[in-house]
């Protein structure tokens, strides 16, 4: 099969595939640093699996293979001092806003030493001095989160945008019509990112949707909509980064839907039992590090060699963070009650001020 009637049958299969093609505001720095942070998004994340296999995670987990390019693409958009929201399937988004693996994977086995000491695990990690302001399991609660940070930058004068990252079953929640409508109502600095794999755990998006296009619905509330090839995150990039200077200039929020295809199970333990696996197959030849790795090397952005040598500094970084997790402690008993609220001085209903 040629080159060409191999593409034509993947956009048969995928119509919003799009060629990678890097804008030429980012120098090939960059895209190598992109490359670097979706590769340790997926090693993360298959190591995430075996781990947890062996019982050295707890509870439960949702991996963001394959969906690489979306958080990186996205959060390469913003600022350091931007903010992000993310959901139960929130690995790729801590990784993609500077997060350290060890701390992480520390979290995910319950240690003292991780993210939130231990308490939050795998759907719960807030990195907040990264502007990563939490992981949820509820789905689409996020999305309030985000409105509650779009509204204190708008208020305090601060040139922050917030990334409200959602899948499309948080599309039918809701909080998620509300928080769209409240952060247009305001004109809120805000950007909803959908991450449309077209699974809401076992049910296909269309089933649960009349209408199966995500954007069309920013019609409704006044702002733009724009939907994107997730396994590119060049086209990611791009469509945020439109809409991160919408909202920084004062026009508002903006809906970016990242359509990809969820080609691994909805959580580790997962057999996709409701769906033909033999149709899933051909998405995998979609994988976005795949992708972007043939891209690097038939722009000459760097040799086999250079992304090799990514590849094996992931590696050592990953197997770290791994021996770090397990060597930290587990949690004394006597801290169970603390963080339950932010430390700091709290003012009483009475006007006074307690701790």
Same mark, same amino acid.
């Given at each position: 099969?040629?080159?060409?009637?191999?593409?034509?049958?993947?956009?048969?299969?995928?119509?919003? =595939?799009?060629?990678? *093609?890097?804008?030429?505001? #980012? !120098?090939?720095?960059?895209?190598?640093?992109?490359y670097e942070s979706m590769v340790k998004i997926r090693k993360f994340d298959t190591a995430?699996?075996?781990?947890?296999?062996?019982?050295?995670?707890?509870?439960?987990?949702? !991996?963001? $293979?394959?969906?690489?390019?979306?958080?990186?693409?996205?959060?390469?958009?913003?600022?350091? !001092?931007?903010?992000?929201?993310?959901?139960?399937?929130?690995?790729?988004?801590?990784? &993609?806003?500077?997060?350290?693996?060890?701390l992480m994977m520390a979290e #995910?086995?319950?240690?003292?030493?991780?993210?939130c000491r231990g308490k939050g695990g795998s759907m719960h990690i807030a990195a907040v001095e990264k502007g990563m302001l939490g992981a949820t399991?509820? $789905?689409g609660s996020g999305m309030p989160i985000a409105v509650g940070s779009g509204l204190s930058a708008q208020v305090l004068g601060q040139d922050i945008a917030t990334l409200c990252f959602h899948g499309d079953g948080a599309t039918n929640q809701g909080v998620w019509h509300e928080s769209v409508n409240l952060s247009a109502a305001w004109n809120l600095p805000v950007v909803f990112v959908c991450e449309n794999n077209q699974y809401a755990i076992s049910c296909p998006f269309d089933r649960a949707s009349r209408n199966p296009d995500i954007a069309e619905?920013?019609?409704?509330?006044?702002?733009?909509?724009?939907?994107?090839?997730?396994?590119?995150?060049f086209a990611v990039y791009g469509a945020v980064s439109e809409a991160v200077e919408r909202a920084r200039s004062g026009g508002?929020?903006? #809906? $970016?839907?990242?359509?990809?295809?969820?080609?691994?199970?909805?959580?580790? &333990?997962?057999?996709?039992?409701?769906?033909? =696996?033999?149709?899933?197959?051909?998405?995998? *030849?979609?994988e976005p590090v795949g992708r972007m790795r043939e891209y690097l090397l038939s722009t000459e952005a760097a040799t086999e060699e *250079?992304?090799?040598?990514?590849?094996?500094?992931?590696?050592a970084e990953l197997?770290?963070?791994? *021996?770090?997790?397990?060597? !930290?402690?587990?949690?004394?008993?006597d801290q169970l009650y603390e963080d339950l609220y932010a430390p700091g001085t709290i003012l009483s209903p009475a006007g006074g001020e307690t701790r």
């Open positions: 099969m040629t080159e060409e009637s191999k593409q034509g049958r993947l956009r048969e299969l995928f119509p919003e =595939l799009t060629p990678l *093609e890097a804008p030429p505001n #980012l !120098s090939t720095a960059t895209q190598l640093e992109m995430v699996k075996d781990l947890w296999q062996k019982h050295l995670i707890y509870g439960i987990a949702h !991996s963001y $293979v394959g969906a690489e390019a979306v958080a990186i693409g996205a959060c390469t958009a913003l600022r350091q !001092s931007d903010r992000i929201t993310s959901t139960h399937r929130g690995h790729g988004h801590v990784i &993609a806003k500077g997060g350290d693996m060890k #995910l086995m319950g240690k003292a030493t991780g993210y399991g509820i $789905v619905r920013a019609v409704g509330y006044g702002i733009p909509g724009v939907t994107v090839d997730g396994f590119n995150p508002g929020p903006t #809906l $970016v839907v990242a359509k990809y295809f969820r080609y691994v199970g909805h959580f580790v &333990a997962d057999d996709q039992s409701y769906r033909d =696996l033999d149709a899933v197959e051909p998405w995998k *030849e979609l *250079e992304l090799a040598a990514i590849e094996e500094k992931v590696d197997a770290a963070a791994i *021996e770090f997790g397990k060597a !930290s402690p587990e949690p004394d008993s």
